[in-house]
């Protein structure tokens, strides 16, 4: 059971993670840690991967070992599903949105719910007599012990409250929204679902078996941790999807226009005096193609004085006579001239006595589209020197 919970935790964490490494602005937008919302999800997606390591029989083990008090990690568990379980329903309030007073108010009264019951989990832990160690059990073993039977009620009770609020805000939330956010709020309601019905569930039947005198262990021990781990994993992808499946194809996008621009980078790197990132390696696609263009701009800056007109205006001619459109045409004849003008400038030759004012398409458009043109045209047979 321990290599389950472990790679529930590890799948979380790594979720958890990803959304840290966003670009730390983006279109004038806040950094990820003072973005709410992405706080918020970065804390509930990380609770959630500390109580799973911390739920798995090893680390209960190490835990009680550590302390030197037996079961000493079920209080420490319940307490961080119950604030995991605050976590989802602050996360789902800074989704939702609205004024502002309104958001604080509601995570205010979140914490004023779920702060007193880990409060309580901890008093009834130490009220009762739980000496015999359990680290796949313990709820129904000490179902009838008074103290413990009141904190496993507890925490299933705090847990089952925030999954029903999930489940009942997708269903209503879904009908007004479409595209990826509805996608997002099923694939909540279907984590919700599998947490209500295949965890608590079977943990509430369990224990209630046990107060009736009947052993139906099996449904805590074997059933209820596998499953909590898959609606972990489901509900979890649900939040992250809408916010990470964008910023993947942008990165896609940025790492397939990073490529293009390779054929101009290495034409014209060695003009080029932008300071170079430290470690590169580790950047996102989006950075390392920002940063490639930000270098490519300043090499072309450098090279305008080689920039002449006369090659282009051949070239130009020559890419019309062979029937290209005029915008072909142009990009072309720019290709050819800032080849002629880097290989000029690599030999170290003197600057054109007068420099050219055109300027290449490729610097009058937004964005990197117009210098994947400009490195394609590069790569045509006629425009290398």
């Known amino acids: 059971m321990s290599l389950v919970v472990y790679l529930a935790a590890g799948v979380l964490a790594l979720s958890a993670l990803v959304l840290l490494r966003r670009p730390r602005m983006t279109a004038g937008k806040p950094s990820a840690l003072r973005n709410p919302l992405t706080v918020s999800t970065i804390v509930a997606i990380t609770l959630g991967a500390v109580v799973f390591v911390c739920s798995a029989p090893m680390t209960l083990a190490a835990v009680n070992d550590l302390t030197g008090i037996p079961n000493f990690g079920a209080p420490l568990t319940y307490g961080l599903l119950s604030a995991y379980s605050c976590s989802l329903l602050i996360l789902l309030i800074h989704w939702r949105g609205g004024p502002r007073e309104r958001v604080r108010r509601l995570v205010l009264r979140s914490l004023a719910v779920y702060v007193p019951l880990i409060v309580a ?3 009834l832990f130490a009220l009762a007599d739980a000496r015999v160690e359990r680290l796949t059990d313990l709820d129904t073993y000490y ?3 008074p103290g413990m039977r009141e904190m496993i009620v507890l925490y299933l009770l705090g847990h089952s409250a925030v999954m029903v609020a999930l489940a009942v805000v997708c269903v ?3 009908r007004e929204v479409d595209g990826l956010l509805r996608t997002g709020l099923r694939l909540i309601l279907v984590g919700a679902l599998l947490d209500v019905v ?7 039947t369990a224990v209630v078996a046990r107060w009736a005198g009947h052993d139906l262990d099996f449904l805590s021990t074997k059933i209820a941790p596998p499953m909590a781990a898959l609606a972990a994993l489901i509900w979890s992808s ?5 916010r990470l499946l964008p910023a993947a194809v942008g990165h896609w996008r940025g790492l397939r226009d990073y490529r293009k621009l390779a054929p101009l980078w290495l034409r014209v790197k060695f003009a080029s005096t932008a300071p170079k990132p430290p470690a590169l390696w580790w950047q996102l696609p989006e950075e390392r193609l920002h ?3 930000v270098a490519i701009h300043d090499a072309l800056l450098a090279l305008a004085p080689y920039f002449d ?3 282009r205006e051949r070239a130009l001619s020559a ?7 005029a915008h072909e045409a142009r990009v072309a004849a720019e290709a050819a001239m800032l080849a002629a003008a880097a290989r000029r400038a690599r030999a170290h030759e003197e600057p054109l006595g007068t420099p050219s004012t055109y300027r290449l398409h490729a610097t009058e458009v937004a964005g990197a589209g117009g210098l994947v043109e400009l490195a394609q045209a590069l790569t045509a047979p006629r425009t290398t020197p």
């Open 309 to 311: 007109d006369r090659v």
């Open 143 to 145: 179902a009838d012990t």
């Open 198 to 204: 295949g965890f608590q569930l079977t943990k509430y």
């Open 319 to 325: 890419a019309l006579d062979d029937g290209r459109s």
């Open 291 to 293: 940063w490639r263009e």
């Open 238 to 242: 649900g939040f992250v999807l809408p």
């Open 172 to 174: 209503r939330w879904a």
């Open 121 to 123: 989990i901890v008093v």
